[in-house]
C-alpha cells in the first residue's frame, strides 16, 4: 500500500475519533430522563455513578456491579431514542470495552441470565439511519480482542 492509501485508510478511524470525543464532551442530561420516566431511578443512579467514575473507581464498579452495568446500558439503550443520548451510551460503552477488552463478558453473563444474546441487543441499532451509531455497533467484533462478540 502507498502512502496515500495508508492515509486514506487512516481518515475514516480519525473521523470516528473526532466524532467520539465530541460525543464525549455532551454530558447527557439524565435527571430529565428519569423526571419523564423514560429511565429508571436505578438506572440513572448507576450512569450518574459510572459517568463521574474514574478509571480505577470504574475497574471497582465493573467488578462489584458488572450485572447491573450491562443491564443499565442495555436499558438505556432500549428506551432512549434520542440519537445524541444513543451515541453516548454506545461510546460509553466502546470505552469500557477498549480499557480492557474482557469486560464483553459482562454483556455476555447477563444477556445469559435474561435468556437472550448479547446480540440481541445492539441488532436493533443497526437499523438506525445515523452511521456513527451504526459504526459503534458493528466495531467490536471488528476489534482484535473481542471477536467473541461475533461469535
Avoid at 480519525?14 to 454530558?27: G, P, S, T, Y
Avoid at 471497582?60 to 436499558?75: P, V
Avoid at 441499532?125 to 461469535?151: A, C, Y
Wanted: net charge negative; proline share 2%.
Amino acid at each position: 500500500m502507498d502512502i496515500r492509501g495508508a492515509v486514506d485508510a487512516a481518515v475514516p478511524t480519525n473521523i470516528i475519533a473526532a466524532k467520539a470525543a465530541e460525543v464525549r464532551a455532551n454530558m447527557v442530561n439524565w435527571q430529565s430522563y428519569l423526571q419523564s420516566q423514560m429511565i429508571s431511578a436505578e438506572d440513572c443512579e448507576f450512569i450518574k455513578k459510572f459517568e463521574m467514575a474514574n478509571t480505577e473507581e470504574k475497574q471497582a464498579i465493573l467488578a462489584q456491579e458488572g450485572h447491573q452495568c450491562a443491564k443499565t446500558f442495555l436499558n438505556l439503550m432500549a428506551h432512549i431514542s434520542k440519537e445524541q443520548t444513543v451515541q453516548y451510551i454506545l461510546t460509553l460503552i466502546d470505552d469500557t470495552l477498549q480499557e480492557n477488552h474482557q469486560r464483553v463478558n459482562i454483556f455476555f453473563d447477563y444477556a445469559k441470565k435474561t435468556k437472550n444474546t448479547a446480540w440481541s441487543y445492539f441488532l436493533p441499532m443497526l437499523n438506525r439511519q445515523d452511521l456513527f451509531t451504526v459504526h459503534m455497533v458493528i466495531i467490536p467484533g471488528q476489534r482484535e480482542g473481542e471477536e467473541k462478540w461475533i461469535s
